[in-house]
């Protein structure tokens, strides 16, 4: 009941905010809740395979099939974060952020995915950046995997291996070695969604077709992968360096196209697939896979003549070890869905298949420039009290939420969606979620995988065709900076300059 209200309230709180009223009170955020932005390796480094870089699944799928690229730009290049890492820094002094969330190349330290061979001057890269951000008191939050495994584990089956489990500890602990005295935030994987059930819909890398199958070992190896992760800093590195490990998982908010029971009940089932798979097994009271995931897959899998269930078994063990194995959840959110049963065949057998739901936005909430991005800030408040409803109120970090532009300075849609969410946000803190800090995704535009460069996610645009690949603020920027300064979300702040600037860009 409680959640209606204050979802009545933030929703007319947006429509007096359009006709320039407010309710009186002024909502801050603290000032120890941190604010940052992030990036991951493939996206921003470029320097492929320079110093000793291996090669990543990324670059042998892109290399391979560079058709199903929108721009035909990959990461080759990129934003050549790997030369320009001071400069991206400088950025981040601009803005004035408390964090920096950027990923591991697992490949760039140990290209042939294993600790045999320490490539030095990858460490060194990561160790200039991490002193860096220091000297100027930004926290280093890195994520050790951003979808790039080293494509010599790929070729022993990658995350289908259950080996994968173990060289994942293996690359953790050298990373743990190297920069745990001056990393506290640590996020062992990204999105184990797309790692998992994009990588095997061919559509991202390693671009393998094994839906309904591969993707389910794989969410368990990844899942497993994390715990030991997770135990491995608890175990051997917790009391000398006293960080926190946590997990980026991708969730979006998903409820009934109407409410109609039907459509209540597919909503459900497409929460217990996209967020419960993921959540359950490291914050609920049981542990393991969500029953109703459980069920659904077993019984389809017998109608289509397998000997066992496609969705993999966790054993006591497995239960054991990830039950409670991380110190945050990070989330990932970006859009919502409106949920009703599937009346389409899909492809059998499919996570598609298994939850037999179709998903929708609603028409009225504005695009981005991406298919899959609308804007519908309500979600992540709604999403917040889920997780703290199912999962007794988790410690939060939001370690991304973005928007997507074409180029251009003048990026108001995105200044709209950040204003927005962050007062969603600050609606759901009221409500009693203990969220710690805030990312944008992304500090500059890069390349947004199959998409290239033709979705921008940049506060700063990057020209890709300079020589330096060069960085210009966009009024994001600027706005996003006045927000971390004043910890209040003003609706209608735009900076002095502002006008200056776009004239001349319009010249
Ligand atoms: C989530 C992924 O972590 C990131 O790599 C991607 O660029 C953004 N979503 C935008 O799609």
Not at 6 to 18: A, D, K, P, W
Not at 439 to 454: F, K, R, Y
């Given at each position: 009941?409680k959640?209606?209200?204050?979802?009545?309230?933030?929703?007319?709180?947006?429509?007096l905010?359009?006709?320039?009223?407010?309710?009186?009170?002024?909502?801050?955020?603290?000032?120890?809740?941190?604010?940052?932005?992030?990036?991951?390796?493939?996206?921003?480094?470029?320097?492929?395979?320079?110093?000793?870089?291996?090669?990543?699944?990324?670059?042998?799928?892109?290399?391979?099939?560079?058709?199903?690229?929108?721009?035909?730009?990959?990461?080759?290049?990129?934003?050549?974060?790997?030369?320009?890492?001071?400069?991206?820094?400088?950025?981040?002094r601009?803005l004035?952020?408390?964090?920096y969330?950027?990923?591991?190349?697992?490949?760039?330290?140990?290209?042939?995915?294993?600790?045999?061979?320490?490539?030095?001057k990858?460490?060194?890269?990561y160790?200039?950046?991490?002193?860096?951000?220091?000297?100027?008191?930004?926290?280093?939050?890195?994520?050790?995997?951003?979808?790039?495994?080293?494509?010599?584990?790929?070729d022993?089956?990658?995350?289908?291996?259950?080996?994968?489990?173990?060289w994942f500890e293996?690359?953790?602990?050298?990373?743990?070695?190297?920069?745990?005295?001056?990393?506290?935030?640590?996020?062992?994987?990204?999105?184990?969604?797309?790692?998992?059930?994009?990588?095997y819909?061919?559509?991202?890398?390693?671009?393998?077709?094994?839906?309904?199958?591969?993707?389910?070992?794989?969410?368990?190896?990844?899942?497993?992968?994390h715990?030991?992760?997770?135990?491995?800093?608890?175990?051997?590195?917790?009391?000398?360096?006293?960080?926190?490990?946590?997990?980026?998982?991708?969730?979006?908010?998903?409820?009934?196209?109407?409410?109609?029971?039907?459509?209540e009940?597919?909503a459900?089932?497409?929460?217990?697939?996209?967020?419960?798979?993921?959540?359950?097994?490291?914050?609920?009271?049981?542990g393991?896979?969500p029953?109703?995931?459980?069920e659904?897959?077993?019984?389809?899998?017998?109608?289509?003549?397998?000997?066992?269930?496609?969705?993999?078994t966790?054993?006591?063990?497995?239960?054991?070890?990830?039950?409670?194995?991380?110190?945050?959840?990070?989330?990932?959110?970006?859009?919502?869905?409106?949920?009703?049963?599937?009346?389409?065949?899909?492809?059998?057998?499919s996570?598609?298949?298994?939850?037999?739901?179709?998903?929708?936005?609603?028409?009225?909430?504005?695009?981005?420039?991406?298919?899959?991005?609308?804007?519908?800030?309500?979600?992540?408040?709604?999403?917040?009290?889920?997780?703290?409803?199912?999962?007794?109120?988790?410690?939060?970090?939001?370690?991304?939420?973005?928007?997507?532009?074409?180029?251009?300075?003048?990026?108001?849609?995105?200044?709209?969606?950040?204003?927005?969410?962050?007062?969603?946000?600050?609606?759901?803190?009221?409500d009693?979620?203990d969220?710690?800090?805030?990312?944008?995704?992304s500090l500059?535009?890069?390349?947004?995988?199959i998409?290239?460069?033709s979705?921008?996610?940049?506060?700063y645009?990057?020209?890709?065709?300079?020589?330096?690949?060069?960085?210009?603020?966009?009024?994001s920027a600027?706005?996003?900076?006045?927000?971390?300064?004043?910890?209040?979300?003003?609706?209608d702040?735009?900076?002095?300059?502002?006008?200056?600037?776009?004239?001349?860009?319009?010249?």
């Amino acid at each position: 009941m409680k959640m209606y209200l204050r979802l009545i309230q933030f929703l007319s709180c947006c429509v007096l905010c359009v006709y320039g009223w407010s309710d009186n009170r002024i909502r801050k955020f603290k000032d120890d809740f941190s604010f940052g932005v992030s990036t991951s390796a493939y996206q921003i480094e470029g320097a492929w395979n320079i110093d000793g870089k291996g090669e990543s699944i990324w670059d042998r799928f892109l290399h391979n099939y560079p058709e199903v690229i929108a721009d035909g730009r990959n990461g080759d290049e990129a934003c050549n974060s790997y030369h320009q890492y001071k400069r991206d820094v400088e950025m981040l002094r601009e803005l004035g952020v408390d964090h920096y969330r950027f990923s591991i190349s697992w490949p760039r330290i140990l290209p042939s995915g294993y600790p045999n061979i320490i490539n030095e001057k990858g460490i060194q890269y990561y160790d200039n950046l991490i002193n860096e951000l220091l000297k100027y008191n930004i926290q280093p939050m890195v994520t050790l995997y951003h979808f790039d495994l080293p494509q010599p584990l790929q070729d022993l089956g990658g995350w289908i291996n259950p080996l994968s489990v173990e060289w994942f500890e293996d690359f953790a602990r050298v990373v743990f070695d190297k920069y745990g005295d001056r990393v506290k935030y640590w996020i062992t994987i990204n999105q184990p969604n797309d790692v998992c059930i994009q990588g095997y819909s061919g559509l991202m890398a390693p671009g393998i077709v094994s839906k309904g199958v591969g993707d389910y070992i794989c969410v368990k190896n990844v899942m497993l992968a994390h715990a030991k992760a997770y135990r491995l800093y608890e175990r051997e590195y917790k009391k000398k360096y006293n960080g926190q490990v946590g997990i980026s998982l991708g969730l979006n908010w998903a409820h009934g196209k109407t409410n109609a029971t039907e459509n209540e009940e597919a909503a459900a089932i497409y929460r217990d697939f996209t967020i419960g798979l993921y959540m359950d097994p490291i914050w609920s009271e049981d542990g393991g896979f969500p029953r109703t995931v459980k069920e659904r897959i077993a019984k389809k899998s017998k109608e289509q003549g397998f000997k066992e269930s496609r969705l993999p078994t966790l054993s006591k063990e497995e239960i054991k070890l990830l039950k409670g194995s991380a110190d945050f959840l990070g989330i990932n959110h970006y859009t919502s869905f409106l949920v009703e049963p599937s009346g389409q065949q899909y492809d059998s057998p499919s996570i598609d298949d298994d939850m037999g739901v179709k998903i929708s936005h609603n028409k009225e909430w504005r695009s981005s420039q991406s298919m899959w991005l609308k804007s519908a800030p309500y979600g992540i408040y709604r999403l917040c009290l889920y997780l703290n409803k199912v999962y007794k109120y988790p410690q939060i970090y939001i370690t991304e939420h973005g928007w997507s532009t074409t180029t251009g300075l003048n990026d108001k849609s995105r200044v709209t969606t950040l204003r927005d969410y962050l007062s969603a946000i600050l609606f759901a803190i009221e409500d009693g979620t203990d969220i710690k800090g805030y990312t944008v995704w992304s500090l500059m535009d890069n390349v947004e995988w199959i998409a290239g460069t033709s979705e921008r996610f940049g506060l700063y645009e990057v020209d890709f065709d300079s020589k330096d690949k060069k960085r210009t603020a966009r009024l994001s920027a600027l706005v996003y900076k006045r927000i971390i300064e004043k910890r209040i979300v003003e609706n209608d702040w735009l900076p002095d300059n502002w006008k200056i600037e776009k004239e001349r860009e319009e010249l």
